[in-house]
Nanobody, 126 residues
Framework: QLQFVESGGGLVQPGGSLRLSCTTSGFTSDNYAISWFRQAPGKEREGVSC????????KYADSVKGRFTISRDNAKNTVYLQMNSLKPEDTAVYYC???????????????????WGQGTQVTVSS
């Protein structure tokens, strides 16, 4: 089964930082846009950030702009999400997925994405 594997989550205090990684299992994703999503308990899954196949093409949710940075290393088939100045409201399970067969980010609509990973838990708490 084609799937992404997320890692790097954990427990961090407010104001702290984490770097999440998203790697592929059994396939390459160089030519496709990859997004990070998150889902908090009792809430719908929401788009956090996206990076297109062209490295300069990135997109962020308003709630994380200026705090999160997405990047990718195609040689390692890995997409990163650097999260700084974390807040309790960032607590969620974070997932990555591929935007179909497109290299562009578009609107980060869930239905456009495939090869979802199992997620990694991020908890921001003192």
């Amino acid at each position: 089964q084609l799937q992404f594997v997320e890692s790097g989550g954990g427990l961090v205090q407010p104001g702290g930082s984490l770097r999440l990684s998203c790697t592929t299992s059994g396939f390459t994703s160089d030519n496709y846009a990859i997004s990070w999503f998150r889902q908090a308990p009792g809430k719908e899954r929401e788009g956090v950030s996206c990076i297109g196949s062209g490295f300069a093409h990135t997109k962020y949710a308003d709630s994380v702009k200026g705090r999160f940075t997405i990047s990718r290393d195609n040689a390692k088939n890995t997409v990163y999400l650097q999260m700084n100045s974390l807040k309790p409201e960032d607590t969620a399970v974070y997932y990555c997925a591929q935007r179909g067969h497109s290299g562009l980010c578009g609107g980060m609509n869930l239905d456009d994405y495939l090869n979802w990973g199992q997620g990694t838990q991020v908890t921001v708490s003192s």
